[in-house]
Every structure is written in C-alpha cells, then in structure tokens.
Nanobody, 112 residues
Framework: VQLVESGGGLVQPGGSLKLSCIASGMRFGPNTMAWYRQAPGKEREFVASISANYVKNYAGPVKGRFTISRDNALNTVYLEMNHLKPEDTAAYFC???????WGQGTQVTVSS
C-alpha cells in the first residue's frame, strides 16, 4: 500500500491550498479515508475523514473552512483548505482509516 500526498506549500493567511493523496495497492472505494496533521512539537491530530458512502467528518478548528472529497476513479482523496490561518501550519498526512497506512506527508506553512 502506498499513499502519496501533494499540494502543500507556503501561503499567506487567508489563502487557500488543495491537497491531494493518491492511493495504490489497496481497494480504495470501500475504505474511509482521512487527513491528519502534525505541527512541530505537537501530536498528530485528526483533520477530516470521508467514508465510502461520502459521509464527511471534520475537526472543530477546520469546520467550515476545509472540505474533504474523494474521486474513486482516480483513487484520490482531496483536502481543500480555505481561509487558512497560521495555526494551520503543519505537515498533513493521508491515512486509510483503521489501518497503519500513512503517506509521507506534505508541508503546509501559513505565514505572511
């Protein structure tokens, strides 16, 4: 199983980014997929998840600003991030829920 994230970068406060995670070596469609993030010196925390039937869940701090989506034909899960804040700065990781399958992470830095 391989999960590869992309789309991170440096953005100003209030800006937007869209992360992508491409999965391979697994049956993508039946699985809940999730995004987590880890800031320096902090534990990894849940950001959002999307189930096989497209039920979405969000952590409180990102609700209303981030949108998770998936394209099963492309084995890809996305995280669209709007109105970014400096506290969103972290490495963002893709995860197949209930497994120990993680991507390598993509860095998001929100700074002026």
């Amino acid at each position: 199983v391989q999960l590869v994230e992309s789309g991170g970068g440096l953005v100003q406060p209030g800006g937007s980014l869209k992360l992508s995670c491409i999965a391979s070596g697994m049956r993508f469609g039946p699985n809940t997929m999730a995004w987590y993030r880890q800031a320096p010196g902090k534990e990894r925390e849940f950001v959002a998840s999307i189930s096989a039937n497209y039920v979405k869940n969000y952590a409180g701090p990102v609700k209303g600003r981030f949108t998770i989506s998936r394209d099963n034909a492309l084995n890809t899960v996305y995280l669209e991030m709007n109105h970014l804040k400096p506290e969103d700065t972290a490495a963002y990781f893709c995860n197949c829920a209930g497994t120990n399958y993680w991507g390598q992470g993509t860095q998001v830095t929100v700074s002026s």
